[in-house]
């Protein structure tokens, strides 16, 4: 198959040639030295020089490359839905271990050797931003048939050249518990 990295694919771009020679094997070799001028990772520009040799006499050709990353990182699992019983708390921790675990979504990127940058945004207040406020504020509107409160949440993943891909999913608190009466 073809390299998808396009530094492979820099480096043996000779194998793109016909080259022909009466006399002896020939040998190939350039001048790559990495690209520059890249808006971010993995990108910018090169200037190569490959030379084709036979031990007598040699050929040269000279390409020029532009290596660009308009590609959104590849969300292969989509966040998911989260459904916890209420602590009468607020269900804080389990809030911050879904979202620090981006919703259980997995994205990935090939030409972000730093990872991706991931954020959130809650789709269903119109109010905030902040998971833990738009959940607070769901609690508050009340119980309705064994929900206690939903929020829906936006995860999206920004690579090193700025593109994005978002997955959204639901945090929910449930009631199934009946009151207990001591007496």
Known sequence: GVPTDPETQILSYENNFTVSDNCS????????????????????????????????????????????????????????DEEVDCDGNGNITDLNNWLAADGNAIA???????GLVQSVAVLSDM?????IIALANAVATGCTANLVAVIT???TFTDDCGNMSTTDADFSI???????ITT
């Open 25 to 80: 094997p020939v040998n190939w070799s350039n001048d790559y030295t990495g690209l520059t001028g890249g808006m971010c990772a993995g990108t910018g520009t090169a200037t190569v020089n490959y030379t084709a040799s036979d031990g007598c006499n040699s050929a040269n050709v000279t390409i020029n490359f532009t290596v660009e990353d308009s590609n959104s990182p590849n969300i292969t699992t989509g966040a998911q």
């Open 108 to 114: 990935m990127d090939g030409c972000s050797p730093s």
């Open 127 to 131: 109010t905030t931003d902040d998971p």
């Open 153 to 155: 949440v936006q995860f």
């Open 174 to 180: 449930v009631d199934n518990d009946d009151p207990t």
